[in-house]
């Protein structure tokens, strides 16, 4: 989130080019990314078609005194897709491209467009909390009254969740950090790098992707919030499920990534004996770890070798380029 600033020019078009040329390379287009990244510039260009229907920019400033005073979902929910200026826009839609790719690919676009609905609620909310709270300690910065938009903590969560069981380092402006610890150390080194970021918003999407792992980890099923998880999870899902079910061959297969399959139950599944990834029954190699199936298509695949956990990221990395 960022609070202030004003529209340069240019940077929209560097932007098309990154991801014409990171799509270009992929086999399998993931569309929910493509999809928030021209629906968020979209919004930000305000074509003259889109103009009439569109809020303005002051109508959606995330700010928790109107949001909880006027009870306003608008500001709650669409001041995430809105962006002061084009670095603003094109910083966050890169950071966008790079981690969606990733996620989408292999969570497949069903999961990949819940879980990005579920975390852009919840860091909204936790933010809203944390600013309300802070109003208790009497807090001398105004927090409440800030004024705030940008899809960056909806991208600190999805940070959070990337990295969440990876063992290896990376950079975070120019410091080599755990990877894990990435969005932590993201979230003090912005704050004082660059002025008029919203460090609530931030913090919000930190908590919002841990809560969100946390939720998805329960696996007892005795959790309220599990279930309520999952049914808007699935509530969410069923446009995507249904437009692969209209536009979809008969004996294609999956469309978007561990999404429906088509064609009769005897289509089946078969899960990897080496990374227990579920593949479609017409696949004959693992599209996660590219491990060969035992040619039945529908039982799990035997290994005669036990692959370490080094041995089936290095998979994943020729597989996918970078994990």
Not at 17 to 32: N, V
Not at 152 to 163: N, P, T
Not at 189 to 196: F, H, S
Not at 229 to 238: A, D, E, I, P, S
Request: proline share 4%; hydrophobic share 40%.
């Amino acid at each position: 989130m960022e609070r202030g600033g004003r529209r340069g020019g240019g940077m929209v078009g560097l932007l098309l080019l990154q991801a014409l040329s990171e799509y270009g390379r992929l086999d399998r287009k993931p569309p929910i990314t493509a999809g928030l990244i021209a629906a968020n510039t979209l919004i930000y260009l305000r074509p003259k078609f889109l103009d009439p229907i569109l809020p303005t920019l002051n109508q959606v400033w995330f700010n928790p005194h109107l949001i909880v005073k006027n009870k306003d979902l608008k500001r709650l929910i669409l001041s995430a897709l809105y962006h002061t200026g084009e670095p603003h826009l094109v910083y966050n839609m890169i950071s966008l491209l790079w981690k969606g790719i990733q996620l989408e690919c292999a969570m497949g676009s069903v999961e990949f467009a819940s879980m990005v609905a579920a975390l852009l609620g919840m860091s909204q909310g936790i933010t809203l909390l944390l600013a309300k709270f802070l109003l208790l300690f009497d807090y001398e910065r105004a927090y409440y009254n800030e004024y705030a938009v940008g899809f960056s903590g909806v991208l600190f969560a999805m940070k959070v969740v990337l990295y969440s069981q990876s063992d290896s380092y990376t950079y975070v402006h120019g410091l080599m950090v755990p990877a894990r610890y990435a969005a932590w150390a993201e979230l003090v080194l912005i704050q004082m790098l660059v002025p008029g970021v919203s460090f609530l918003g931030h913090l919000g999407g930190i908590l919002a992707g841990i809560s969100y792992l946390y939720l998805r980890g329960s696996q007892s099923g005795v959790n309220p919030c599990v279930k309520i998880m999952r049914g808007v999870t699935h509530l969410l899902g069923w446009p995507l499920r249904f437009l692969n079910g209209m536009y979809s061959q008969p004996s294609s297969g999956r469309v978007f990534g561990r999404g429906t399959l088509q064609g009769s139950e005897t289509s089946g599944v078969w899960s990897c004996g080496a990374c227990t990834y579920e593949n479609p029954g017409l696949s004959s190699v693992c599209e996660m770890c590219g491990t060969e199936s035992n040619g039945d298509g529908f039982a799990s695949t035997p290994t005669s070798e036990s692959i370490s956990l080094e041995e089936l990221r290095q998979r994943r990395v020729q597989r996918f380029g970078r994990w």
